[in-house]
């Protein structure tokens, strides 16, 4: 499974991608996704995280903050949920991409964007000496569509402040996981077209066994 990098992932982050759509090889990549994220609480960016690009458009209280607190609200939101996503996304509002508009310097606040269901399968923080308030980590699996970026907005509204996300590092896609990406720097024909085929072979096995169940 070959890994990349998009504007969804800054830093040490990668997602995991595939380099044609075709309908079969796509069909790998159904299933919920899983992610590792950081945010900071304190402050908003126009691109919900720290794309060069982005400019900080507010800024919000940290005293009051705790671990507790933060911990208490997640499961609000959990299971199916509205969400609100990033002007920077590839959303299409009247025929135009989103992020066309954030690149020419409309704000999320210049326009409406319509809130989508979304579904966040599971949600928590992981504790760590390396991460301490106002910075603060979670683990997520969530369904399609699902923008962690707006989930951290939406963590620091809720905690009566703003936030941004600062790292971000897709770790599943379906049955994929980051044990399964090649690195880029093994990035060649031969080893990614080996990869295709031992993935056709354990499903042609999969399906076998399927059959004479």
């Not at 982050?13 to 899983?34: E, R």
């Not at 954030?102 to 966040?120: F, L, N, T, Y």
């Not at 990614?192 to 042609?204: D, H, P």
Request: aromatic fraction near 8%.
């Amino acid at each position: 499974m070959k890994c990349d990098a998009t504007r969804e992932t800054f830093g040490k982050s990668s997602f995991f991608s595939h380099t044609s759509c075709h309908s079969d090889y796509c069909s790998y990549l159904i299933g919920s996704k899983a992610y590792r994220a950081r945010g900071e609480f304190g402050y908003e960016t126009t691109t919900l995280d720290l794309d060069p690009k982005g400019n900080i458009t507010r800024t919000g209280p940290v005293d009051h903050l705790t671990m507790d607190a933060l911990k208490e609200i997640l499961p609000q939101f959990t299971g199916t949920i509205m969400q609100v996503p990033p002007i920077f996304s590839a959303i299409k509002k009247e025929g135009k991409r989103l992020y066309k508009l954030g690149q020419k310097g409309v704000s999320a606040d210049d326009i409406v964007i319509e809130p989508r269901e979304v579904e966040i399968l599971d949600l928590h923080i992981i504790e760590s000496e390396d991460v301490k308030l106002p910075h603060f980590e979670i683990s997520m699996e969530c369904g399609g569509g699902t923008y962690v970026r707006s989930l951290i907005r939406d963590i620091g509204y809720k905690l009566d402040t703003v936030a941004t996300t600062t790292v971000l590092e897709r770790t599943k896609q379906a049955r994929f996981t980051l044990e399964d990406c090649i690195k880029q720097e093994d990035w060649t024909g031969d080893k990614i077209y080996a990869e295709i085929e031992k993935w056709n072979r354990i499903r042609e096995m999969e399906d076998d066994d399927h059959l004479s169940e």
